[in-house]
Structure formats: C-alpha cells, structure tokens
C-alpha cells in the first residue's frame, strides 16, 4: 500500500510591514524581493553594444593551441581585411595591412558584335583660349613677371616646322609593347590598355564601368539598351575579381606596379576576408545598394563597411575638422568634415577632373600647332598620350611660363615609334586653368540615368526588410528592387545640397531662394539664418528638407540643381561648400559659425589624381581666400579680417591619390570597427537597411 503524500504546510501569513516573500507552491524556490531602481548598477541591455544584434556581429574567436600565445588570437586580424576604393581611372585594393595599395585600371574591353561610333566632343574655340591667356597675363603682372616678347609665335613656329625621328624598337626602351586579343573576347585591367585592336579601327571597345562619382549606367545603356545593369554590374565584378585575385608583382611603391599585379586571393576564400568600400562623399543610394550585392551576395564576402572620401582623407592627413577636395579622373568631390562627420549640405559634385584636363590640353596643343598633326582622341593610344603629356608638363605656377623645349613619343600598333621635339609657352597652364574655367573643356553635366525599368521602386519601400526569396523571385541574377532602383534617376538619387544651391543661386528665382533663406531680407521666422556650433540630426534633416522643396521649385523653373552646380568653377564650388558650414546659403555668421568657417577654410586638403598639379595648392588657395575676402567686406557688417584659405598637403611620402585609402586602412584597425560591419547573413535578410543601420553617414 503506497504511503501517503506528505501535506504541504504552508508558512503563515507575514505581518503586512515584512518584506519577507513567500515560496512557490511545491517548490522551496523564494523570488527575489523588488528592487529599488534607484540603487541598482548593473548596465546589462542599457547599452546598443549589448543587443543581439551587435553581439551576433563580432568576429568569433577560435580555441587556442599549444602554438599561441596567451592571448587570444582572432579569426579576422586586418590582413583578412580588404580596402576598395573604387575610381573612375582605378582601382587602388590592398590589405589593411598593406603599406601601399594595388593600383589596377579600371576599365575592361571588349569585343563587340554591332560596334556604335564614339561621338566626337566640341573642341575649344580661340576665343576661350584668349581669354584664359589674358587671365595668364593679369596673373603674372600680379607676381611681377615678365613674359617672354612673342613667346607664343616662337613656339608656334618652332613646332610647325618640326618633323619626326624614326626609333627602332630595340631603342625605345620604355616602350611596353601591344598586345593581341587572340581568341578572347574579353580583356580586363593593363592589358585592355595594351589592346592593340584599341588603337586601331575595330570591333574592340573600351568600356569604364565607373565614371563621374558613380556607375556608369548612362553610358552601358547606349550600347546595351535594357540589358545594361546585367552588363554594368557583371563588368564590375569581373575588373574586382581580376585586381583580388591576380598574382602579384614582385615590384612595389607609392604608385602601384605596373602589369597585371593583385592580391594573390583565390576565389575560394574570398568568405574568409571582409570589405571596407570607400566611396565618394555625394554617394548615390543606388549605386551603394548595387555594390553592396555584388560583394556580398554575388563575390561571397563575409562582412562589409562602407565609409566615405572625405572622412577618411581627413583621417589619413591626421586632421579633425578640413575641407576636403578630391580631384578625381571624370570627377571633383568637395565636402566639410568635421570632429568624424561629413556635414551633408557642404558637398558639392563636380562633373570634370583630370581626363577632361587632358582633352582640353590637347585642344591647346592643336591651336600651338602640335607637331603629331593625326592627334585623335577617340583612339587610346593618343588618349594616353595626351595623359602622359598632362601628368609631365600642365602646371599652374606662373613662374614656368615661358619657351621650353620638350620631346615625346608616339606609339601606335604596327609602326615604328615616332620621336617629336615640341616647344611650349604657356600651353601647360592654360590648360590646368581649365579647373577654374570647366566650360572651356565642354565637360558633360552630372548624367541623368535613363528609365530602363518599367518604374522605379517607390521611395516609402525602399526600407522594408527584403527576404532572399523575394529577391530571387524578382530577379535572381540582379537581386530584385536592387536592380529597378539602380535604374532611377541619378538627379532624384543624389540629393541636392545647400552648397549646391549656392553655387547657382544667381540663376533661382527669389520664391526659390526663400525656400532655403538665401537672403536676408526674404528670411522666415521658421527658418533660422544659422546652424548651432554642432551639427543635430533634427537640424540637418530640416535643411534636407527645404534643399529639396527649393530644387523640386528650381526644376518646375527649368533648372536641374544638381546637373547645374556639377559645372560650377573649382574655386566657386569650394567657396560655397565653405558658406554652407555655417547653415546658410550666404555663409552668415552666427552661433558658433565664424568659428567653424575659420577652422575649416584654413583646413583645405586636395587629395586625388588630379591633385598632383604643381601649383594647384597655391592657386586654389589664393582664389578662394580672394572670394572671401569680397563676401566679407567691412562694409557688410562682417568682421574686419575674412577668413583665409589655407591648403595642407598631404603627409610626406603619401601619393594624394591614396590619401584616403590609407586613411581607411588605418581606421580598419580600430576597436570601434568592431560593432561597424555588416554581414552577408544580415545583408540576405535586410539588405540595404542592414547598411542604413551600421553606417554612420546614412
């Protein structure tokens, strides 16, 4: 007969003035008394580094051995770590820990079954060279300098009397040679470059998936109509495949190796390594979104980190607060950085660089009466050329006016190279004036992207969590909404800024102006003239916001801000993205903005290509200090002494060009980098909210 079961016996009743609990029923479990809130330390889920989230995002760290050291050892050290920073003309890709990174063209060739001719740019008039000889002049009587008695005819009748020298090939020993496509039909990095059929009639075309700051939708659409984001985005892993997994050159330096040099990292562990991706301060939505799936989804990195130029420009020069100017290829990206943070209404986005230099360099040349007569620009071994001569000779010092005597080669596939002696005058600063004086050059505004798509992804789904299963359902090979937004318009994706405005605010209308209060006697009480000390976000959504309704106003007046301010002068544009760190249009100073203004106009670093001019320094900072002076007379209630415009070089033995790539490389070894990456798991699962969330300018 079983026994019974033991009757529980509950304790009595307490007093109501104890604290005392009570066990549970059946157990001998007692719950923990009420806490005083006031009294209590602990900080566990008070802080975002301890959500899941954020724990799920740091790096695991393997068992030790009996071959390591005490401490522990992580399974993503900054050699795992890749830094991108993708340009118009290159590619610079290297380790975290790399000194130097890997400089691979960007640019691809290939063969074509139903080629399309290239159109032929407007070349400048003798008008617009005479009038850049007479800035030349009013600025070499400013230094006291003498020109030369007909220094420009000398030259001109030196060089029309000059005829060639024939050189053996077994003499011309900095010739690399061309090369044959034989049976491929697609040639990636140096070698597209050496691509015999490119310097001669042929089905041969040289495509640069990067152009402008952006992806070169416009131009992949022209030759390859509805199927140009499939082309676009397949040649852009296809050039970051070949500069990751080449071999290596043995030859190292400041300046890349010359050849077919990578990293040496086969496909098969690309999951094993993490991506930091520079890219420009007026990024588009679009375009990062597209990256992003590329890397991740397509190349199969195991993590991401998107940052841009001029923050980590700032970073590498070793300075908080600057104003950065990146003079790229096809490009010129200004913006404001300061304590870490790009302030969104500085950036302007210029649409010329150092290849419409170029071109404009030889329009000079042709007016000079340039001894290689059959120059054609279209043809890529005179288009290197016309590179080659720009990096040797344009300056923009006045005291290197005057009769110097030159010589150059000219290569073409087939026939012997050509020696040419050339005399030149004030030829190479006419044409680095071409950056003060862009419509000169003609350049292209900022592009517009067609519609390839039906229609674009609405604006309030963009944000929405995007299962895998639904972007394979809309396209596998693109990633669905990824690709429909791509298509978007560029204007409508990159917004227009403050400093944007201001560089055509002589062009708006006075509604429009007052959107934005550009003026004072148009002001509004709900719009303040000045910004506080410290950028908020509150603030800097609202500026957003009338920036927008005054382009959305300026575009039914038939003015596009953004393709409008992509040709403003260097100098201006500068000049205006420094008036908008203090909040307004005109640059009033107020609340801790003449302060801020100061710090960063004497702040000015140039870092790009193009940023190799000799004298670029000087000129850009003698203008812009004139132009504030001007805005900032005495007579305007202003302070006696305007700001003055400083420029800092970069540091020694640093190439501008990779300013901020080692600037980024440096920032990949910080600890806070920790809590910054983004997942391939996140990216399947949230896709670009994932990178709204971890980054730090979106």
């Not at 307490?14 to 549970?24: G, M, N, S």
């Not at 157990?27 to 301890?50: C, D, G, I, R």
């Not at 990779?658 to 910054?676: F, I, N, T, Y």
Request: net charge negative; with cysteine; charged share 20%.
């Amino acid at each position: 007969m079983a026994p019974k079961a033991a009757k529980q016996v509950l304790p009595p009743n307490p007093p109501a003035d104890e604290t005392r609990t009570l066990p549970l029923a059946y157990t001998s479990f007692h719950p923990p008394p009420f806490v005083n809130a006031k009294n209590v330390s602990s900080s566990y889920l008070k802080t975002e580094a301890q959500t899941w989230v954020s724990r799920s995002h740091r790096p695991p760290k393997r068992p030790k051995t009996d071959d390591d050291d005490d401490a522990d050892t992580d399974v993503d050290p900054a050699s795992r770590r890749l830094v991108i920073h993708i340009g118009s003309e290159a590619i610079r890709i290297g380790r975290a820990t790399d000194l130097y990174p890997t400089v691979v063209p960007h640019v691809l060739a290939r063969k074509l079954p139903h080629p399309r001719a290239q159109q032929a740019r407007p070349h400048a008039t003798e008008a617009q060279l005479e009038m850049l000889r007479a800035e030349l002049r009013s600025i070499m009587r400013q230094y006291k300098l003498r020109p030369v008695s007909n220094g420009w005819q000398s030259a001109n009748s030196y060089n029309s009397s000059v005829e060639p020298e024939r050189v053996a090939a077994h003499n011309d020993v900095y010739h690399v040679g061309f090369v044959d496509e034989g049976d491929a039909s697609v040639v990636v990095g140096h070698e597209a470059l050496r691509l015999a059929s490119l310097s001669r009639p042929s089905a041969w075309r040289l495509f640069s998936p990067w152009t402008r700051g952006m992806l070169n939708v416009t131009g992949y659409a022209a030759e390859y109509g509805d199927a140009c984001i499939e082309a676009l985005l397949g040649d852009v892993q296809r050039i970051l495949t070949h500069a990751i997994s080449a071999e290596p050159s043995e030859a190292s330096g400041p300046a890349g190796a010359a050849g077919d040099a990578g990293l040496g990292i086969p496909t098969s562990e690309y999951g094993d390594y993490a991506v930091l991706l520079l890219v420009p301060d007026s990024f588009s939505r679009s375009d990062l979104r597209a990256l992003g799936h590329v890397l991740l989804r397509y190349m199969g990195f195991s993590a991401l980190h998107v940052q841009t130029e001029g923050l980590c420009a700032t970073f590498g020069a070793g300075l908080s607060a600057a104003c950065v100017v990146d003079v790229g290829a096809t490009s010129i990206g200004i913006s404001c950085v300061e304590e870490g943070l790009v302030l969104p209404e500085t950036r302007v986005a210029l649409s010329y660089g150092g290849q419409d230099m170029s071109r404009f360099f030889g329009d000079v040349l042709r007016g000079s009466s340039f001894p290689y007569t059959d120059l054609q620009e279209t043809r890529l071994a005179d288009a290197q050329l016309l590179q080659d001569l720009k990096e040797r000779f344009v300056t923009l010092q006045p005291s290197q006016v005057g009769l110097n005597l030159y010589d150059f080669m000219v290569r073409l596939p087939g026939e012997t190279a050509r020696k040419y002696a050339l005399r030149l005058y004030d030829e190479p600063i006419l044409a680095g004036l071409m950056l003060f004086h862009p419509d000169v050059a003609a350049p292209p505004p900022m592009p517009r992207r067609p519609l390839t798509c039906a229609q674009p992804a609405p604006a309030e789904e963009a944000d929405e969590p995007e299962p895998t299963a639904v972007l394979a359902a809309a396209n596998a090979s693109l990633g669905g909404d990824e690709a429909v937004e791509l298509c978007a318009s560029a204007v409508l994706d990159m917004a227009p800024t403050l400093a944007m405005l201001g560089c055509v605010s002589r062009r708006l209308s006075p509604q429009v102006a007052a959107l934005v209060d550009m003026r004072a006697d148009e002001a509004s009480e709900e719009a303040p003239r000045a910004a506080p000390a410290i950028p908020q976000t509150s603030a800097m959504a609202t500026q957003a916001a009338k920036c927008a309704s005054a382009a959305a106003q300026a575009a039914q007046d038939g003015i596009d801000v953004v393709q409008a301010a992509s040709l403003t002068p260097l100098d201006h544009a500068v000049f205006r993205s420094l008036l908008a760190s203090t909040g307004t249009v005109d640059g009033a100073l107020a609340h801790g903005g003449e302060e801020r203004l100061r710090r960063l106009a004497n702040n000015i670093v140039c870092t790009g290509g193009a940023a190799r001019i000799p004298g670029l320094s000087e000129a850009l900072e003698a203008r812009v200090s004139m132009l504030l002076a001007e805005h900032y007379a005495p007579a305007d209630g202003a302070p006696t002494t305007a700001p003055q415009a400083v420029v800092i070089p970069p540091p020694r033995n640093l190439d501008p060009a990779s300013l901020a790539w080692k600037g980024l490389a440096v920032m990949a070894h910080l600890d806070a980098m920790q809590e910054l990456w983004i997942q391939a798991s996140d990216w399947d699962t949230l896709g670009y909210r994932a990178l709204k969330e971890k980054s730090l300018f979106l």
